[in-house]
DNA sequence: GTGCAGAAATTGGTTGGACCATTGAACCAC
DNA sequence: GTGGTTCAATGGTCCAACCAATTTCTGCAC
């Protein structure tokens, strides 16, 4: 009965602030790297206490926008806009092995599904330019031995830009990150992810073929690869009682 | 109550508060909707300013972790531990309909894996949860001759509880939320969502039965009804020139 | 003029104190 | 009980300093 009836909103100053911002960076065409204005300049422009500009300049720091370096100045960390949405995501005990089987899940899910999108509209730009970075890792692979995890990275970044939605990038980006923070050498497995190594070339041969229920199954093959290798890296990690 | 709280280093100050009341929420046991010392109480006894502290809470605001409330308190809203990851996602213009189908995109991934995994894991009380849940929703269905978003909700969400992955249950959340932070009313389509009632039978249906794949292919379906009645929002959109 | 060390200005980080706006509980008349 | 009023507690904002890291300028030695 008493529903459509939304809290009001009487005063949100930081929040004003931040919109204020946004269409400053949007005026002044500012990109990543750009210094934008001290703090005292702010409050100063925008009639509000410093206080107050720092609370919002908080809040972007937490979101990544925005880098502060003492004595420097403000930076420009990413591309901002007025209408972005935040997403904030927390995950609770996520060095362990639990943690990293479940943003291994996460992950499995949106690898697959953006394999299958980018096999249905990658043009031929696109899958030209897959093709160049698995060449490239391929290469590494056969150079070195065994996986090069930053080659391996950017083939797959090319597939989420190729799928035509930048979200699977950005959110899979923020999980990969994670992923090497606290694992950068993977459990003491020895030849990481060299299993998973074949099926990148078959991945690529379901989105040149334009065929995405192929290029999913490949996909979910891959990351089962990754998932092996974690569980033979968690039994290690039993034996030697590591934390 | 406020005992355990020792001042804290020099340098990162509001890191270290973050860190020192994480440790404090950690030994109190405290849940998310509990109240957590005044700022004043806190500056006093983590020997900061007060504005320091309020960074810090800041800080964790963006994160969702914690709510403020004027006059009242700061008050947990989800569990806090002093492991956490934090992977905070900014999406550029989602607003719009590319945005939002941009979302469902992404939404399809989790959904359908998270209905698989439900599927698989499950137990006996899951599952018990996840058909009373249904029964509200087909109740209030018929009783108002149209889907009601909030049962509707409470169903998907038990679902992705049940998926023993609660990474599901936060990014499909955070989506879920701006999904309907623009589109209220979505689009003026008639009966939006009508279409995709019969689906969470069938989704529930496999779930029970252990059928992961299935589910997975009945997730796909409603996510399918949802991207029609959007684009047929899309189309009375574009009749009208609104926004 | 060049190069470099030290001074000075700039800028984010922190502090303490003050006041405002909202909340919620206690209290009081009716 | 119901509806106001008062009042203390609490988050929100503001101000005016000072600290610490960085950058820029200055002036001296060469």
């Given at each position: 009965?008493?529903?459509?009836?939304?809290?009001?909103?009487?005063?949100a100053?930081?929040?004003?602030?931040?919109?204020?911002l946004?269409?400053?960076?949007?005026?002044?065409?500012?990109?990543?790297?750009?210094k934008?204005?001290?703090?005292?300049?702010l409050?100063?422009r925008?009639?509000?206490?410093?206080n107050?500009?720092?609370?919002?300049?908080?809040?972007?720091?937490?979101?990544g926008?925005?880098?502060?370096?003492?004595?420097s100045?403000?930076y420009?960390?990413?591309?901002?806009?007025?209408?972005?949405?935040?997403?904030?995501l927390?995950?609770?005990?996520?060095?362990?092995?639990?943690?990293?089987?479940r943003t291994?899940?996460?992950?499995?899910a949106l690898?697959?599904?953006?394999?299958a999108?980018c096999?249905?509209?990658?043009?031929?730009?696109?899958?030209?330019?897959?093709?160049?970075?698995?060449?490239i890792?391929?290469?590494?692979?056969?150079?070195?031995?065994?996986?090069?995890?930053?080659?391996?990275w950017?083939?797959?970044?090319?597939?989420y830009?190729?799928?035509g939605n930048?979200?699977?990038?950005?959110?899979?980006?923020?999980?990969?990150?994670?992923?090497?923070?606290?694992?950068?050498?993977?459990?003491?497995?020895?030849?990481f992810g060299?299993?998973?190594?074949?099926?990148?070339?078959?991945?690529?041969?379901?989105?040149?073929?334009?065929?995405?229920?192929?290029?999913?199954?490949?996909?979910?093959?891959?990351?089962?690869?990754?998932e092996?290798?974690?569980?033979?890296?968690?039994?290690n990690?039993k034996?030697?009682?590591?934390?």
């Amino acid at each position: 009965m008493t529903d459509s009836l939304p809290p009001i909103q009487t005063t949100a100053r930081d929040d004003a602030v931040l919109k204020a911002l946004a269409g400053f960076v949007r005026q002044e065409a500012l990109g990543p790297g750009e210094k934008l204005p001290t703090e005292r300049i702010l409050a100063e422009r925008l009639k509000v206490s410093r206080n107050t500009v720092r609370e919002a300049l908080t809040r972007w720091e937490g979101l990544g926008l925005v880098e502060r370096r003492q004595g420097s100045g403000t930076y420009l960390k990413a591309a901002v806009s007025p209408d972005m949405l935040h997403m904030p995501l927390t995950l609770a005990g996520g060095n362990d092995f639990a943690g990293l089987m479940r943003t291994l899940e996460i992950r499995r899910a949106l690898e697959a599904e953006a394999a299958a999108l980018c096999a249905v509209r990658a043009g031929k730009a696109e899958i030209a330019e897959i093709e160049r970075k698995l060449d490239i890792m391929e290469e590494a692979f056969h150079a070195r031995a065994g996986m090069s995890s930053e080659e391996d990275w950017e083939f797959h970044q090319s597939i989420y830009r190729a799928s035509g939605n930048p979200l699977f990038e950005q959110i899979i980006s923020a999980m990969h990150e994670l992923f090497h923070r606290f694992w950068e050498h993977p459990l003491g497995v020895r030849d990481f992810g060299h299993a998973s190594f074949p099926y990148h070339r078959t991945i690529f041969d379901c989105i040149a073929a334009h065929d995405p229920e192929g290029a999913r199954a490949e996909a979910l093959k891959l990351i089962a690869t990754v998932e092996d290798d974690l569980k033979r890296g968690a039994a290690n990690l039993k034996l030697s009682d590591r934390r």
